[in-house]
């Protein structure tokens, strides 16, 4: 899917977004803001804002880019950004092709977020490029299920809610692996769908060799 159907998708669900997300928002808040209280002081990259609902659970005083595809979704986001205590940038961009330079931040969040970017591999890839080696990828994402039968009526549902936003089968853990991450702790929030997953860009030990 090219990037500006994608985000003209985004842009006409953008208007409604925050009213067809307000429950799952205020269920799962606690376990969002406990993974971003992992923020620490360096760059940080947060994938995808969308209107910004989720900058008032930020930990405060820290360097935050957050980008989105929908142009949309980043206006409705823009006095949340003003309003919080930090340095928060608001930039337009595609998961899949980033703007910037290899080795950039410090740590990733992503936010129910690889559940709609088309290749999602791609755009984890993309990820691992910008990350610095020994940084870390923080994610709250849903996934499909392995067990009956979740697994089954996620299938069911997946071509329907395709055409109106998020995947529902995408299995993520594997997609962050063949990306090229080192996946190092994946808890399950609700049952094996919704689940925070910590990966880490490894140190490459031959172009950073410990010193005696």
């Not at 969308?50 to 595809?69: K, N, S, V, Y």
């Amino acid at each position: 899917m090219k990037n500006q159907a994608v985000a003209e998708k985004w842009d006409r669900i953008a208007r409604f977004y925050n009213w067809s997300t307000w429950a799952s928002e205020r269920r799962w808040a606690p376990f969002k803001k406990e993974l971003f209280s992992r923020m620490g002081f360096g760059k940080i990259l947060f994938l995808a804002t969308g209107t910004g609902e989720e900058i008032r659970l930020f930990p405060e005083g820290r360097q935050i880019t957050a980008i989105d595809i929908s142009p949309q979704m980043l206006k409705r986001a823009e006095a949340r950004a003003l309003n919080y205590n930090g340095n928060l940038a608001l930039k337009q961009m595609d998961a899949r092709n980033l703007s910037f330079a290899a080795d950039t931040f410090d740590q990733v969040f992503t936010s129910c977020t690889f559940c709609s970017v088309p290749e999602p591999i791609k755009g984890l890839k993309e990820l691992f490029r910008v990350i610095k080696p020994g940084g870390t990828l923080n994610m709250f994402e849903h996934t499909r299920s392995r067990y009956f039968p979740f697994r089954e009526i996620l299938w069911m549902m997946n071509p329907v809610a395709e055409r109106i936003g998020p995947s529902l089968t995408r299995d993520t853990v594997a997609n962050v692996r063949a990306a090229g991450f080192s996946v190092k702790r994946i808890y399950n929030i609700y049952l094996d769908i919704v689940k925070i997953i910590s990966a880490e860009k490894q140190l490459d030990l031959q172009q950073n060799p410990k010193t005696a």
